[in-house]
Each structure stands twice: as C-alpha cells, then as structure tokens.
C-alpha cells in the first residue's frame, strides 16, 4: 500500500496551527486541523 501526506502550518493568535490531508492508493483520506504544538515539551 502507498499513502502520502501534506501538511501546511502557520503561527496563529493561539499558538500553531496545522492543516494536513492524507490519501493512499485505495482511496481512503483523512484531514487533520490541529491547535497546538505536535511536539510537547518536557517538564
């Protein structure tokens, strides 16, 4: 199976802000809207 992804990201008011959107050769997608750092600091 092949799948790719695209992902757009940009610095909004609160904080980031990313739009994605995933397809694989079946024909299934999916679109992803996530506020927030993907990548969580440690404390």
Request: proline share 7%.
């Amino acid at each position: 199976m092949l799948a790719g992804s695209l992902f757009v990201g940009v610095d909004s008011p609160f904080g980031p802000l990313f739009l994605g959107y995933g397809r694989n050769d079946r024909g299934d997608a999916s679109v992803y809207l996530t506020f927030g750092s993907l990548l969580r600091p440690r404390l």
